[in-house]
């Protein structure tokens, strides 16, 4: 497959992805402040322009997850990084979403990643060296040097906790946008539940 047909299959994936997400009201429930987003990079990514995401992101529209914008390559950056670092430990992973992280969420997804038998782990963001945090594009090498280290590889499921002006957010990565969609949503049907 050339690379004109592995970006149309990732395209068409991601929106695939999309309208999963789009038609799940739960997900709402998890959405976090800085909004959502779900990317899919190319193989041999090494920047974000060779990877695919959500213009604009992903916000709730009427009750419902709604993405601001068309898949588009190039238009994440910290989920691309994420991606593409992530890949370095771990060649099977091509794609991730993020959600809201809060203690009942955690709970939740400790048990999902347990039943379906899944890596899980979180980064300990006061541990974060200064220079990391302050200097771009140092952050995401160490959230996942710290994962690697902590875990002996890169859990499909994690989050980072509390961090200076940082909300704490989930991850789930996965082979393609629509494998990780369809965990995000079966974590929020479990939350809801788990809510009632």
């Not at 990317?39 to 695919?52: E, K, M, T």
């Amino acid at each position: 497959m050339n690379k004109k047909d592995r970006a149309e299959k990732i395209m068409g994936n991601l929106a695939q992805a999309v309208a999963m997400l789009q038609k799940c009201r739960e997900f709402s429930l998890l959405m976090p402040e800085v909004r959502v987003n779900v990317v899919y990079a190319l193989p041999g990514a090494d920047d974000s322009r060779d990877v695919a995401a959500i213009e604009g992101r992903i916000t709730v529209v009427n009750g419902f997850p709604h993405a601001s914008g068309w898949p588009e390559w190039g238009v994440s950056d910290h989920m691309a990084r994420l991606v593409i670092e992530a890949r370095k430990f771990n060649p099977d992973i091509n794609a991730g979403i993020n959600f809201k992280c809060d203690k009942s969420i955690i709970t939740v997804v400790k048990k999902y990643a347990r039943d379906n038998k899944l890596s899980y782990g979180w980064i300990d963001r006061t541990k974060e060296p200064q220079a990391a945090a302050e200097i771009d594009g140092l952050s995401i090498p160490w959230k996942v040097k710290y994962l690697v280290e902590q875990n002996g590889k890169v859990p499909v499921l994690f989050y980072e906790g509390d961090g200076w002006g940082k909300e704490p957010l989930f991850f789930a990565l996965g082979k393609d946008a629509v494998a990780v969609v369809k965990m995000a949503i079966e974590i929020a049907r479990s939350y809801k539940q788990a809510a009632q």
